[in-house]
């Protein structure tokens, strides 16, 4: 499906199936068009182009209150002269489901969110936090076939976030409904989610699980928004079943192949040792020069930038227990085995600082 306003695209050309039960997260930086997809899912937004479907009937002509669909935003948008308890039966009487349901299900929908004792109280009277979980309450009391949240979390502070998370993976396995979550923070996305969509230029650039979009990214694009890596970018040619990449300063291989021959080699943290010795490759490493930039501690870990001879820069992590004698000024040898890396065509608009 696609959505234009006026001569700019929001959302172009999207194609995404999302199972029964599924915890899908859309992912992507502001104004990639996942809110605007959110919407037509929700029917706030027409579509330009497309079809939409849900269980398998097409619902471009049911307005959004008909299409069985609970919805949470940012913003709690809560109604100020309205108790918790009329908050959340508010979806009920529009349903004119009875009083005693109504009770019994408003009193459920507190449970699951844990507030059983704050059904009096007005808006107002709660916290940020506990305002979300109420919206959270209202939208799923009518047991909505679909739940859909756009960042929901992203006023809050870190620590409620955290809290908040682990309830909305809690209540998604309690009530078993479609959940799409919208955010642009990836740890969130990674902790939550079943499948992940990373929207970038009003496009779905790729749909996974967390492993699969980390281990095996579609596009640097991909790579760069989810997780850590270290990019080396160079001239791709056939060498084997493989690729034989050659940069400024040094020749690596890589599994796969690409078109055109300008590559980017993507390695995550965790893949790359650091050595004190000489480059050589006699047990078939890759093997690349580099300085010891910077250090940084983590604890359990410790994470090692380095100058790559190129002038770009990768990042190395260490569990502790396994630390090399390296130290910031340190000449180094950068080691990983061919398959610990993946082959992508480069893309000049995305610069390789890691984070
Ligand atoms: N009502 C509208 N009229 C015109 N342009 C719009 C409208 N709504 C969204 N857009 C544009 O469509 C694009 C996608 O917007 P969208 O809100 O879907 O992005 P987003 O991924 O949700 O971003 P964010 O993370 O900032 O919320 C943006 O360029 C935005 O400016
Ligand atoms: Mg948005």
Known sequence: MSKRFGDSVAVDDVTLTIEPGEFMTFLGPSGSGKTTTLNMIAGFTDLSAGALEIDGRPVGGTPAHKRDIGVVFQHYA????????????????QRKVPKTERERLVAAALETVQLPDH???????????QQQR????????????????????????RK??????????????E??????FV??????????????????????????????????????????FLGESTILRGTARPDGSGSAIDGAGFAVRAPGRIE?????????????????????????????????VEEIYLGAARKLEVALPDGGHG???????????????????????????VLLPDDPTIERIFT
């Open 160 to 173: 409620l976030r955290e809290f908040l998370q682990l309830e909305i993976k809690r209540i998604h396995r």
């Open 260 to 292: 055109g021959g300008k590559a980017a080699l993507v390695v995550r943290p965790e893949r790359l040792r650091l050595t004190p010795d000489e480059p050589v490759t006699a047990d078939g490493a890759n093997a690349v020069p580099v300085t010891v």
């Open 119 to 129: 059904a009096s109280r007005y808006p107002a009277e709660l916290s940020g936090g």
């Open 315 to 341: 990042l190395v992590r260490e569990q502790a227990g396994s630390l090399s004698d390296l130290r910031v000024g340190d000449r180094a040898v950068l080691r990983w085995h061919p398959d610990d890396c």
């Open 78 to 93: 809560l109604f100020p002269h309205m108790t918790v308890a009329q908050n959340i039966a508010f979806p009920l009487q």
């Open 183 to 224: 955010t642009h923070d990836q740890e969130e996305a990674l902790i939550l989610s079943d499948r992940i969509a990373v929207f970038n230029n009003a496009r779905i650039e790729q749909v996974g699980t967390a492993s699969e979009l980390y281990e095996r990214p579609a596009t640097l694009f991909v790579a760069r």
């Open 175 to 180: 009530i078993g409904s479609t959940f799409v």
């Open 134 to 157: 109420v919206a959270l309450a209202r939208a799923i009391v009518f047991s909505p076939r679909v739940l859909l949240m756009d960042e929901p979390l992203g006023a809050l502070d």
